[in-house]
């Protein structure tokens, strides 16, 4: 059990040891009030439970029988019989073992579904965070066309443009407005999906900021510790041992079954008691039962291997694009740094020195390498948070 707990923790290592402010407090509220993790705890209780259920002796067995005797001198007969059946004793030890086996099984499945649960959440919240940032980044465009269209209606009044450059700051304008209703249009539907997360209540998520998610320095340590404390792979695990036990567990069945008890019979002038006890031929019940657990085994053994390969290649991969992400996410930073052209570019429309459309043309350039920017900025955020929590 400390090992789950330990496992638990770790599924939202991402949320409390990387997340930061709007982010780190939206997620843990999701988590306070997710109805659906409620439904799916109290579907692991249930499952503890049934775990539980059917592992104890089979019920007692009490016969009473009156029997009226014909001739009538013959006089009438009483029954009664008392009798416990059991298995051989060690297959209610199995049967133990099995159960907290499948009652830890059914906490590392809750486990596994909380993690996923709150992967989507963040999910969301990353999303959220960068259509914020494009909102941010589009108003300020927005701004510009705003400026722009201005500029050129009052210089068509002058007559110092014409009408076909008029309008196309007009329809530079107005795609920057479909771009900021679309972007606002996202944003809603977010904060939609957030609330559903959220168990029907609102939440408040502002921030322009991803939370910080440092990479582990080696692949291969990381994911040392990873692998033994996934919660897929401790369940497929936790499977195989079941199927193990299940073997022995069989076996047991396989032995004779015992039972024991009290009888008595009393007729006329004449009482007869005492014990009874009485022992199973297993011949016919178990056959090829012991032969389907070791079967079970063998498929578990390769459910286990299966997992173990696809966990690594999956993480290996996500390792990999995380850490090419954040290289392009830099190489884009540096790139803007040094050749953001914006203020360069309106001197020289305001001198005279470039016409609209080459204004325009280079403008689109530089939107849409921070675009770019944006989108690598949130791909990596995405695949660091998906690394961390399967992690």
Do not use: H
């Amino acid at each position: 059990m400390k090992t789950i707990f330990t496992t638990i923790a770790l599924c939202v290592a991402f949320l409390s040891a990387s997340a930061q402010g709007e982010v780190e407090a939206a997620l843990r509220e999701i988590e306070a009030n997710s109805v659906t993790l409620r439904a799916l705890r109290a579907r692991a209780e249930a499952r503890k439970l049934d775990a539980r259920t059917g592992i104890y002796l089979a019920n007692p067995e009490v016969e009473y029988s009156y029997l009226w005797g014909s001739p009538a001198p013959v006089g009438n007969r009483t029954d009664v019989s008392l009798r416990q059946t059991f298995d051989f004793p060690t297959a209610y030890a199995y049967r133990s073992r099995i159960a907290g086996m499948e009652g830890n099984n059914a906490e590392l499945e809750y486990c596994a579904e909380r993690r996923a649960l709150l992967l989507e959440a963040a999910q969301a919240c990353i999303a959220l965070v960068y259509y914020n940032a494009l909102a941010r980044e589009c108003q300020a465009r927005l701004r510009s066309a705003e400026q722009l269209a201005e500029m050129y209606r009052a210089r068509l009044e002058k007559g110092d443009a014409n009408a076909l450059e008029r309008n196309k700051a007009q329809l530079n304008l107005l795609a920057a407005q479909r771009e900021a209703a679309r972007i606002a249009t996202e944003q809603a539907a977010l904060r939609l999906d957030l609330r559903r997360l959220n168990g029907g209540k609102e939440l408040a998520l502002t921030t322009c900021d991803y939370p910080d998610a440092p990479l582990p320095g080696s692949f291969e340590e990381w994911y040392a510790q990873a692998e033994s404390l996934n919660p897929d792979l401790r369940r497929i695990a936790g499977l195989l041992d079941v199927s193990r036990q299940q073997v022995k567990l069989s076996a047991a069945l396989g032995l004779p079954k015992l039972s024991a008890g009290y009888a008595s019979e009393k007729v006329v002038g004449e009482w007869f008691q005492g014990v009874s006890v009485g022992v199973s031929i297993p011949l016919w019940e178990n056959k090829n039962r012991v032969k389907l657990a070791k079967a079970q085994v063998r498929a578990s053994e390769a459910a286990l291997s299966d997992a173990g390969v696809q966990l690594r290649n999956k993480l290996q991969s996500l390792y990999r694009r995380t850490l090419d992400l954040q290289l392009t996410a830099e190489a884009y930073k540096t790139t803007l740094a040094a050749c953001n052209n914006e203020p360069l570019l309106k001197k020289a429309l305001a001198a005279g020195e470039i016409s609209l459309m080459t204004y325009l043309q280079e403008m689109a350039y530089l939107y849409d390498a921070v675009s770019s920017l944006m989108a690598a900025e949130r791909d990596l955020a995405l695949a660091a948070a998906e690394l961390l929590i399967n992690g």
